[in-house]
């Protein structure tokens, strides 16, 4: 495994010899570093991090500040794996300047590789925008949660003929304005198959099936830390929030009974050094 800095091209040749890509999302240093040191190829910074960070009961109201600094904490970590930063809403619907100029923030204050953005009035001709001035862009098809509104809910896309014609035409304008992959977001299986099949770049599911080029989970989903809202795509390969509450009950009967601090985590001092000290304020009772 090559240890050098994954590139647009290097996931490109992922794709062209048939290897699949693997993406997770991360917010902070040390689990970006875990999965930079695991060899996964890529890391979404997803605005996700409102909900499964900060508590929040949708995406809507992660901010280019909250993103920039979750951003720079994993970019700092990753060597080797891609870091591409979600976009926020609010900083990519208004104008194509705009757009472009919170796209280069990203760039220049968290030091990202990519962004990525959901659809947004004119989101192709954007794309083509960032794309020219330099930056890589990762599209995304299916479900926008940003639009969780207007949609009614956190549901499939692409199971009736106008969604589906939908799905297929925002990937191909996508591949055509410069994006370099797609996220396929909660889409019938043989849907992504297919799309995946029409296009030359890389797809990534996340709730798109097995015949995307690459797969993408939200970690706090893989590990187990939240509980909100599991959704049909998510796998938990293991209960972290049981072995953290375990600990952190652990912790608190201990210091309630005294067990914690003991004499291998607290510090020594010489009997002279307490004899002066004693000597010069008095003894404590
Ligand atoms: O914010 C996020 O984690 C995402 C993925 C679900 C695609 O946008």
């Given at each position: 495994m090559t240890q050098e800095k994954l590139t647009v091209r290097s996931i490109q040749e992922m794709k062209d010899r048939g290897e699949i890509i693997t993406m997770l999302t991360a917010y902070d240093y040390p689990i970006a570093k875990q999965i930079n040191d695991a060899g996964i190829e890529m890391i979404l910074v997803g605005d996700s991090a409102a909900m499964v960070?900060?508590?929040?009961?949708?995406?809507?109201?992660?901010?280019m500040e909250m993103m920039i600094l979750h951003c720079a904490a994993v970019a700092r970590a990753c060597t080797r794996t891609m870091v591409i930063a979600d976009m926020p809403f609010?900083?990519?619907?208004?104008?194509v300047e705009e757009t472009m100029r919170n796209a280069a923030r990203f760039v220049t204050e968290?030091?990202?590789?990519g962004v990525k953005f959901e659809a947004a009035p004119n989101h192709i001709e954007k794309t083509r925008a960032i794309v020219q001035m330099g930056i890589p862009v990762v599209g995304h098809v299916g479900?926008?949660?940003?639009s969780v509104g207007v949609l009614g809910g956190l549901t499939v896309q692409g199971k009736s003929i106008e969604t589906a014609r939908k799905v297929v035409t925002e990937a191909l304008a996508l591949e055509e304005a410069g994006a370099f992959a797609i996220i396929f977001e909660a889409v019938p299986a043989k849907l992504a198959a297919y799309v995946t099949k029409k296009l030359r770049v890389p797809t990534i599911s996340i709730g798109g099936g097995?015949?995307?080029s690459g797969q993408l989970l939200v970690t706090y989903d893989v590990l187990g830390m939240f509980e909100t809202f599991t959704p049909k795509f998510a796998k938990k390969y293991i209960n972290l929030n049981q072995l953290i509450r375990q600990a952190i009950l652990q912790y608190r009967d201990e210091v309630k009974s005294r067990k914690f601090p003991d004499e291998e985590h607290s510090y020594g001092m010489s009997e002279e050094v307490m004899e002066a000290i004693e000597k010069e304020f008095g003894k404590a009772e």
């Open positions: 960070v900060h508590g929040h009961p949708n995406t809507l109201t992660a901010t609010g900083s990519f619907q208004y104008s968290a030091k990202v590789d479900l926008h949660p940003q097995p015949g995307c």
